[in-house]
């Protein structure tokens, strides 16, 4: 199913509030920024847009004339009395009746086809932003010790399988490859880990939430998330669908990720200005079928297709996203700083952009066992690509100027409009498993003949176990 077919789907929510205007009058620097970030943008699509965003201003101004004229007639026919002028009269009616009907028919259809083309182009990008592939990551800062020299030895998996605290041969059993069990201190690792961050979020003024791990694909799609990629051949699944006896049924999805739901939870609103930010921290369970995945990067917990997730969230004004930015780096950084690993913040480039990011943070832990560094949190300012497609708005204070973000803004962007669309922004607070990972593999304890004997766990974590364990050493 196309993206247009899953919007045109059962839905309580409003028509996308896309800006072809803004598109319209920026298509070069729209083409030079899909380039930048690879987005798969069909060639032609951009000049289409214009096109098609002609022919529907031409529509809906005709289609404006012709119901005013038929306005005007009703108002003519009660006040003539003879039956012929009359019927004349009716006659004329009924043809703009059905020329209105036409109209009407056109316009959805080249609407449909402007929706359809204008949700492949990417949100803008940050003019800070590195340009290229992955290799361009700037890092911004360094957190931790020197990172431990990698070694095999440090394995994650075989770590877990020695002291008992992973299994993945029963998650493959019972569901397949990539899925798991945590047992005895390794479960009791992802509670503290949750309570601990969630503790870090509260106390940073992020109000706790539990979200819905089904979501209509709908809302995902808003988001800037594809059920599925029909780019890809042949075409496959990002998300798990589940499927419904019910085809008049909203089609739905297993989320994956908290910010999903978090973003449908304040669709269709308006917040005065004095409410915003609002700031909350959402668990859920993540579900990633990870199609495509291949090499060392399946292996173990480093990428699996569930898993338990915190996840900041934030609306606020335009003109405060930035800030907002900054300050869910600032919280990301003490959640990792606490937990005694060595981490690095980078400032990733284009090409690794999601459709919806106007700018992402990555953090990476160095992992030894994997002898490199790998993700475990980013944060993304999706300025208000989000929320026109979830209508999520504000009411401006009196007095109070827009703040445009560097971008290349064209004439119809610098109006200020009354209620302008929020701004949203998302951040991983902890995804547990890549986190398992970080701190078994700089945790794992070797006595003097290099035996595995235990974990070394930081005391950040401590007041937020439960229970004892021979295993393990708070640090």
């Not at 289609?63 to 026919?77: D, I, Q």
């Not at 493959?172 to 798991?180: E, L």
């Not at 539990?210 to 709908?218: G, I, N």
Request: charged share 20%.
């Amino acid at each position: 199913m196309k993206a247009s077919e899953v919007l045109s789907a059962t839905t309580d929510l409003p028509k996308l509030r896309l800006d072809y205007r803004a598109i319209s009058e920026s298509i070069v620097y729209k083409s030079h920024n899909a380039f930048n970030r690879k987005a798969p943008l069909p060639i032609g699509a951009l000049q289409s847009v214009v096109r098609h965003y002609d022919e529907q201003k031409r529509l809906s101004n005709e289609l404006g004339l012709k119901r005013h004229a038929r306005s005007n007639l009703g108002e003519k026919m009660r006040q003539i009395k003879d039956p012929i002028e009359k019927q004349a009269v009716l006659n004329e009616a009924k043809l703009l009746k059905m020329e209105v009907t036409d109209l009407e028919q056109q316009l959805v259809t080249v609407e449909d086809i402007l929706l359809g083309l204008a949700l492949q182009i990417p949100n803008d990008t940050h003019p800070d932003v590195p340009l290229g592939p992955e290799e361009a990551a700037v890092v911004l800062s360094t957190h931790g010790s020197d990172p431990i020299a990698a070694s095999g030895k440090r394995d994650h998996m075989d770590i877990g399988r020695a002291l008992g605290i992973l299994d993945f041969e029963a998650g493959a059993t019972v569901t397949g490859s990539s899925w798991y069990y945590l047992l005895g201190e390794a479960a009791l690792l992802e509670m503290a880990l949750t309570n601990y961050a969630l503790s870090i979020a509260l106390k940073h003024g992020f109000r706790f939430v539990t979200t819905p791990d089904v979501v209509r694909a709908d809302i995902a799609l808003r988001c800037g998330f594809q059920p599925r990629d029909q780019n890809a051949d042949p075409p496959v699944s990002q998300m798990y669908h589940i499927a419904s006896s019910n085809p008049s049924h909203p089609e739905l999805v297993l989320s994956g990720t908290a910010e999903i739901p978090l973003g449908g939870m304040f669709a269709n609103q308006i917040f005065t200005e004095q409410a915003l930010p609002l700031k909350v921290v959402g668990l859920g369970r993540s579900f990633r079928a990870e199609a495509g995945a291949r090499g060392a990067d399946t292996r173990g917990l480093y990428r699996v297709h569930q898993f338990s997730k915190l996840e900041l969230f934030v609306v606020c004004s335009e003109d405060a996203s930035e800030q907002m930015m900054e300050e869910l780096r600032s919280v990301q950084t003490e959640i990792f700083e606490g937990l005694n690993f060595p981490f690095r913040v980078l400032d990733m480039p284009t090409e690794e952009l999601g459709a919806s990011a106007y700018r992402k943070y990555d953090m990476e832990a160095w992992m030894p066992g994997r002898g490199s560094w790998g993700e475990i949190s980013s944060a993304s300012n999706c300025t208000d690509y989000q929320a026109r497609r979830l209508h999520i708005r504000y009411r401006r204070s009196s007095g109070t100027h827009r703040h445009t973000t560097p971008a290349s803004l064209s004439a119809s962007t610098q109006s200020a409009p009354a209620i302008p669309f929020a701004h949203t922004l998302n951040g991983t607070a902890a995804a547990i498993p890549r986190l398992v990972v970080a701190l078994i593999e700089n945790g794992a304890r070797f006595d003097e003949e290099g035996t595995l004997v235990g974990l070394d766990l930081p005391s950040t974590l401590k007041p937020f176990w439960h229970g004892t364990s021979s295993i393990i050493w708070w640090t």
